[in-house]
T-cell receptor
Framework: DQQVKQNSPSLSVQEGRISILNCDYTNSMFDYFLWYKKYPAEGPTFLIS?????DKNEDGRFTVFLNKSAKHLSLHIVPSQPGDSAVYFCAASVGGGADGLTFGKGTHLIIQP | KAGVTQTPRYLIKTRGQQVTLSCSPISGHRSVSWYQQTPGQGLQFLFEYFSETQRNKGNFPGRFSGRQFSNSRSEMNVSTLELGDSALYLC????????????????FGSGTQLSVL
């Protein structure tokens, strides 16, 4: 039973436009959410996170939105750049990660020139 | 500052064999976690070590084991390999155990790609 779901395996967006990656979760105990970015042949790198006490967190071109009632979060990238082409993983944890991070299966973002 | 180093980068084994993977964390990091990545299941938590003690374990069979040494380096062992163990095994390190809100994040290595034939 997948507790963190990324229902879009891939997403294609034109350079300069907004990329929106979605993530749903089922475990209401999750209180911390993270996005990781992964290039081929490299390990995931931390991108941005949000605590369950917030509904939005911004870092430059990246913004994460959290809707606790819908158990949904999204990552917005504006404007999208070619270097953003990668696999994006949504992850969640309970109580500071006591049981490790629970990851989604990832969304492959492709930025078209 | 050097990142998380995993060796070997690629490994090919046959069913029934056993394998040991190695991970050197970022200097000063004392927590090491292991994750398995497969196309079907995504990234799944295997276990976490801090100060040579296993703190947490994911939902994997006992064939998967690990240990951490006094210098924080960690090894992961898989015995009696099965075809389904073919995956990318990722090691991640952090300053503190179970990095969470406001604390040091996980830093991942590039992984060991294991193929079981």
């Amino acid at each position: 039973d997948q507790q963190v779901k990324q229902n879009s395996p891939s997403l294609s967006v034109q350079e300069g436009r907004i990329s929106i990656l979605n993530c749903d979760y089922t475990n209401s105990m999750f209180d911390y959410f993270l996005w990781y970015k992964k290039y081929p042949a490299e390990g995931p790198t931390f991108l941005i996170s949000i605590s369950s006490i917030k509904d939005k967190n911004e870092d430059g071109r990246f913004t994460v939105f959290l809707n606790k009632s819908a158990k949904h979060l999204s990552l917005h990238i504006v404007p999208s750049q070619p270097g953003d082409s990668a696999v994006y993983f949504c992850a969640a944890s309970v109580g500071g990660g006591a049981d490790g991070l629970t990851f989604g299966k990832g969304t492959h973002l492709i930025i078209q020139p | 500052k050097a990142g998380v180093t995993q060796t070997p980068r690629y490994l090919i084994k046959t069913r029934g064999q056993q394998v040991t993977l190695s991970c050197s964390p970022i200097s000063g990091h004392r927590s090491v976690s292991w994750y398995q990545q497969t196309p079907g299941q995504g990234l799944q938590f295997l276990f976490e070590y801090f100060s040579e003690t296993q703190r947490n374990k994911g939902n994997f069979p006992g064939r998967f084991s690990g240990r951490q040494f006094s210098n924080s380096r960690s090894e992961m062992n898989v015995s009696t390999l099965e075809l389904g163990d073919s995956a990318l095994y990722l090691c991640a390190s952090s300053l503190v155990p179970q990095p969470g809100i406001g604390e040091e994040k996980l830093f991942f290595g590039s992984g060991t790609q294991l193929s079981v034939l």
